[in-house]
């Protein structure tokens, strides 16, 4: 199991993320977001238009990696909240994490992708959506560990809260 670190978020974040984590509670996980992925959404094309249902396509599973590039929007259009969220939640490790969590509780704790800021993050000119991945169960939300996801292509960041920077997907998977 991972090794559970502190956490150097501010005293708002912190807020945030306990209001979440509330939420999560209070209403037994009821909003769409914080359910695992089971399939990622169909890809934009330039026009704007959606590709055909994702039903022609098989869903990732744990043993496949999943090419997030195809999700990413199209240049010049944004990827929107719910398509960076699928597409965090395709990354094989959470998809992962999540089939681990709901077999060792017998289906009483899941991993859920919650956004624990509303507020988009800018970093080097860029926008990221900003979201955790965390064991939801009946009692709390407990966070693993927090993600960026650029809303214009399908760079995925991982915030190391050791070390206290923003690290590349790459770079994490190496340390995981």
Known sequence: MAQRRSNKHSAADKAAMALAAVLVVALGGAFSYLKPVSALPAPLEAGGAAQPAAAQQ???????PVDTASEAAAPGKRRSKEQA?????????LRAWSAQLDKESGGKVHGAVIEYDTAQRTVKGKRYYQFSFVENSAEAALRRDSFLVSDSDDEILVEDVVNDELISLARWRKSH
């Open 85 to 93: 969220a699928a597409a965090l939640m395709a990354l094989p490790e």
């Open 58 to 64: 098989p869903a990732p599973t744990t043993a496949q």
